[in-house]
């Protein structure tokens, strides 16, 4: 049994006022288990009954499964994300946000919000993810690199150095670093850590990133301020501070579809909660504003010098693309940028900005030999005519623990795509009858 603080329970019995021992009572339930699919690699073996409303392509699940042990997961087939976090969409969708539009995710990792940008938005649109934190931003490169998507940048470091380039974006999230009540029975450690000295931490961030994104937003462009807790602090007189610029405007949006969302009104600030008791879901508080200056026209910079053909002939073997792209070659790795984020890689290169994903990673030459990036191959536009090694389940999860059980291939020196059913899981190639396995060391499965 979850045991709340008393400060906790005040606080919000004050928010919630007589439903708060519905809430209580919420707080002792077994949380869901949720995952969204990605649109463009939709394949998995879950048997999908229940469907997250505010979302296309979330579902609930009866059980939770071993996700280490699913192909389709390695593969980047579907993520696992809280359902109320994933009301991000239904927000977006009510924004009119343009197919050219850059946006950008300013606290990324892990990467549930990321991806299902990419899922929802068109791969016209620009998708940029920044993490500060070093270790987070490792997990944030590889999430994105498995969901595949071509139109994404991934950048690591402080947030203040984004100033340098003078992008600015029609959309920004943050889902800010928080005191985490939301996440209190997923993850009951976070009870322990909650604290006033937590909270005031959490806003000194909160309000720092909130000031920092004042920069980045472009004049008519928005800010989607989220967080995982439910007081007033962190959520409505946090956006307060943005409103005190008479240029900056709170939004509303139309719940009718979710009756469950609860609505604050404070000054001429809107903050909108989900509780457990009202959404099948964790705590999840969001506002939306907008930079209500008149919007200026965006001058793109060249890119022509960072082109490099070299490599065309890689890309019509092995990438089923159409549109205009650039080749850029970044620490001795080739990545095929589409047009669209080739100016948004410039400024930030031009910035120093550290770039740890971009496009679509290609490969490398060591020597005269070509090896292809894993990022190719959980790309969603590799080709389908690629050499294939298909294997049953227990032979893809030795291959995910680089075993190399195999049966002898026919061809020696061709890369092979490993192929579990309808996923992409990495590279082989068979030298002297024997597969060598060059799936990366660290994201091999370590331990069952």
Request: charged letters at 20%.
């Given at each position: 049994?979850?045991?709340?603080?008393?400060?906790?329970?005040s606080?919000?019995?004050?928010?919630?006022g007589?439903?708060y021992?519905d809430?209580a009572?919420?707080?002792?339930?077994k949380?869901p288990?949720?995952?969204?699919?990605?649109?463009?690699?939709?394949?998995?073996?879950?048997?999908?009954?229940?469907?997250?409303?505010?979302?296309?392509?979330?579902?609930?699940?009866?059980t939770?499964?071993?996700?280490?042990?699913?192909?389709?997961?390695?593969?980047?087939?579907?993520?696992?994300?809280e359902?109320?976090?994933?009301?991000?969409?239904?927000?977006?969708?009510?924004?009119?946000?343009?197919?050219?539009?850059?946006?950008?995710d300013?606290?990324?990792?892990p990467?549930?919000?990321t991806?299902?940008?990419?899922?929802l938005?068109?791969?016209s649109c620009?998708?940029?993810?920044?993490?500060?934190?070093?270790?987070?931003?490792?997990i944030?490169?590889?999430n994105i690199?498995?969901?595949?998507s071509?139109?994404?940048?991934v950048?690591?470091?402080?947030?203040?150095?984004?100033?340098?380039?003078?992008i600015?974006?029609d959309l920004?999230?943050?889902?800010?670093?928080?005191?985490?009540?939301g996440?209190?029975?997923k993850?009951p450690d976070?009870?322990?850590?909650w604290t006033g000295k937590?909270?005031?931490?959490?806003?000194?961030?909160?309000?720092?990133?909130?000031?920092?994104a004042?920069s980045?937003?472009k004049?008519?462009g928005?800010?989607?301020?989220?967080?995982?807790?439910?007081?007033?602090?962190?959520n409505?007189?946090?956006i307060q501070?943005?409103l005190?610029?008479?240029?900056?405007?709170?939004i509303?949006?139309n719940t009718?579809?979710?009756?469950?969302?609860?609505i604050?009104?404070?000054?001429?600030g809107?903050?909108y909660k989900c509780?457990?008791?009202?959404?099948?879901?964790e705590?999840f508080s969001f506002?939306?504003?907008?930079?209500m200056?008149?919007p200026?026209e965006?001058?793109?910079?060249?890119?022509?010098?960072?082109?490099?053909h070299?490599?065309?002939?890689?890309?019509?073997?092995?990438?089923?693309?159409s549109d205009?792209?650039h080749?850029?070659?970044?620490h001795?790795?080739?990545w095929l940028?589409?047009?669209p984020?080739?100016?948004l890689?410039?400024?930030?290169t031009q910035?120093?900005?550290?770039?740890?994903?971009a496009?679509?990673?290609?490969?490398?030459?060591?020597?005269k030999d070509w090896?292809?990036?894993?990022g190719l191959?959980?790309?969603?536009?590799?080709k389908?005519?690629?050499?294939?090694?298909?294997l049953?389940?227990?032979?893809?999860?030795?291959?995910?623990?680089?075993?190399?059980?195999f049966?002898?291939?026919?061809?020696?020196?061709?890369?092979q795509?490993?192929?579990y059913?309808?996923?992409?899981?990495?590279?082989?190639k068979?030298?002297?009858?024997?597969?060598?396995?060059y799936?990366?060391?660290?994201?091999?499965i370590?331990s069952?």
């Amino acid at each position: 049994m979850i045991q709340l603080p008393l400060p906790f329970i005040s606080q919000m019995q004050d928010i919630l006022g007589a439903e708060y021992e519905d809430f209580a009572a919420s707080m002792q339930e077994k949380p869901p288990i949720s995952i969204r699919l990605n649109p463009n690699k939709p394949e998995h073996e879950f048997d999908l009954q229940n469907p997250i409303p505010w979302t296309k392509m979330g579902y609930y699940l009866d059980t939770k499964p071993i996700f280490t042990l699913d192909p389709y997961f390695h593969a980047g087939h579907y993520y696992a994300q809280e359902s109320s976090s994933m009301m991000l969409e239904y927000i977006i969708k009510q924004l009119p946000i343009d197919e050219d539009s850059k946006v950008l995710d300013l606290c990324a990792a892990p990467g549930g919000k990321t991806t299902l940008l990419c899922g929802l938005l068109p791969s016209s649109c620009t998708i940029h993810a920044h993490e500060f934190h070093p270790f987070r931003s490792e997990i944030l490169r590889q999430n994105i690199e498995r969901w595949g998507s071509p139109n994404t940048v991934v950048t690591s470091g402080k947030l203040h150095h984004l100033l340098r380039t003078h992008i600015q974006y029609d959309l920004i999230l943050i889902d800010a670093p928080c005191s985490g009540e939301g996440m209190f029975r997923k993850e009951p450690d976070a009870i322990k850590q909650w604290t006033g000295k937590k909270i005031d931490q959490c806003t000194t961030s909160q309000r720092e990133i909130l000031n920092l994104a004042k920069s980045l937003v472009k004049p008519g462009g928005y800010i989607i301020y989220s967080t995982c807790t439910y007081n007033t602090l962190e959520n409505e007189e946090m956006i307060q501070e943005v409103l005190k610029d008479p240029n900056y405007k709170s939004i509303s949006i139309n719940t009718d579809a979710i009756s469950g969302i609860k609505i604050f009104e404070y000054n001429q600030g809107l903050t909108y909660k989900c509780f457990p008791h009202r959404v099948k879901g964790e705590g999840f508080s969001f506002s939306i504003l907008q930079n209500m200056m008149s919007p200026i026209e965006d001058k793109k910079l060249t890119t022509r010098d960072l082109v490099n053909h070299d490599q065309n002939d890689i890309v019509q073997t092995y990438i089923d693309i159409s549109d205009p792209y650039h080749i850029i070659k970044n620490h001795e790795h080739d990545w095929l940028l589409p047009v669209p984020i080739s100016d948004l890689y410039f400024r930030l290169t031009q910035s120093q900005v550290k770039i740890l994903f971009a496009g679509i990673p290609l490969g490398q030459f060591k020597g005269k030999d070509w090896f292809p990036n894993h990022g190719l191959a959980m790309s969603y536009l590799l080709k389908k005519n690629i050499p294939t090694l298909n294997l049953n389940k227990l032979e893809a999860i030795d291959y995910l623990r680089a075993n190399n059980h195999f049966s002898a291939a026919i061809n020696d020196d061709i890369w092979q795509i490993v192929h579990y059913q309808q996923a992409n899981l990495g590279w082989v190639k068979c030298i002297q009858g024997k597969y060598k396995n060059y799936l990366p060391k660290h994201i091999r499965i370590h331990s069952l």
